[in-house]
């Protein structure tokens, strides 16, 4: 519920008088900054104001029949989106969601899906809510009850992302079960190759992976198209030599398929959260400049993480 | 550089370098550095990072102990205040790190070290969790990675192990 208080203001005169109004929003804080205050208004001007608030005739009437006698009245309106509001959905919903996306947007564009096989997920692709805290869910729902071209949008791109996990979790299985992806494997994982790379032991590479997984990490960086990985992983000196002769699995029978239907769907997720991410930053200007609240504000501290 | 064939890692050292390898991972996505500012000297130095990765790296038999492990959850939620998803994928990429690195996690019994009349003497001054780390690298006979040079590097140097503090490890400048 939304309290409004009309008073008479002192300033005018018997025969003209004039009215405060004083919006105070849900919690009746008529001193917080959140406080609208319309100053010196007639009752012409009273009556406009309630009528732009769809406030009924009737009500409207009834209303400045009490200020001309008593000299105030409080009125009951709907509920509104206000600048309290659009702070809480700024700091935990818009703000989280907009470089999240830009960092999908990223990713998608380098084709590194950030698959994992265990946990089966996309490490960072996500659906939207899973950005946000947990805590921050209920005001992603608020938002988008009340919008619904981005409800449309959010639902689509969730559905892509997930999508897009079949997609690559279909792709990685086709390479661990591709033939030829095995016995390059193998060959290049046999004891004289890794003598060369003076490695005695998988453990080297591997180091606690249990062996039923190493097939299944290769396949990873090679579906992630992962990049020179740094040297202090224990992968890297097998990886950053034969990266790109792994990488050319993709082109395998019955691979290469399965790789252009995941390029696709990342095609896709990256067009929808482009999108995505071009309303949210629309809507964010919009509220920021109706309702007077900065993108960001406040203890840096709090805000992060 | 140092290489070392065994080492037991405290969790100061072993909680920077899976921040250190978070935020790697995050340049990599062409992201800025979240986390190195949680770090102490000399880690707040790009060429003194990647020594400190790769010299963690590059000992064979690296060990802790699972008190260690427990602290590292403390510390993850105290120092970078993650949540969520975010918190699930700096242990994703972290758990993935200590599997590569082979990192063997032993558990010091409290009774075990209690038996001992230099380790009951150890206990109330510096703790139980330090003092499993001096009881662990003893036992193994290899040196001690801490950045504690407060109360951790002293005891154990003389108890006779050899520590090394970070900072002595890690030049500032190549």
Known sequence: MRIVHIQRNLEGSQSDPRYNIVDAGRYREESSEFADLSRLLSSEDVGDWLARENVPYSTITQVLKELSATGSAQVQLAPRVGPRIVRAWFDTVFNPLIPSLELELGLLGKRNWTFSFAPLTLELIRPARRYLREEAEANLEQVLELDAGLWANTQTHDGAVENLLSSVTALHGALVANRDFVDLCNSLLAPEKLANLGIRDLREIFGAYPASDRLNLIAQNVVNHVGELPSHYSTAKFWNLHRERLLQSLTLPNVRERYASTVQVGEHLASVSKTLLSQIKDLRLELSLRHDVPYVVADWNKLTA | ?174
């Open chain 2, 1 to 174: 550089m140092k290489m070392f064939q065994k080492a037991v890692i405290d969790s100061g050292p072993l909680f920077s370098a899976l921040v250190l390898n978070y935020d790697l991972r995050t340049i990599r996505y062409g992201q800025l550095p979240r986390f190195t500012h949680v770090l102490d000297d000399p880690l707040t130095n790009t060429f003194a990072q990647r020594r400190f990765l790769e010299l963690l790296g590059s000992i064979r038999e690296k060990l802790t102990t699972s008190h260690v492990v427990a602290e590292l959850s403390g510390l993850e939620r105290s120092r970078l205040h993650l949540y969520g998803d975010g918190l699930l994928d700096f242990w994703r990429t972290s758990i993935d790190l200590l599997t590569q690195w082979d990192v063997d996690e032993r558990l010091i019994r409290l009774l075990d070290i209690a038996g001992n009349e230099t380790f009951q003497r150890c206990i109330p001054r510096i703790g139980l969790i330090d003092t499993a780390l001096i009881h662990l690298a003893l036992r193994n006979e290899c040196v001690l990675i801490t950045q504690d040079e407060r109360t951790l590097a002293p005891e154990a140097l003389t108890r006779g192990v050899d520590c090394r503090l970070v900072k002595q490890l890690v030049p500032l400048v190549g």
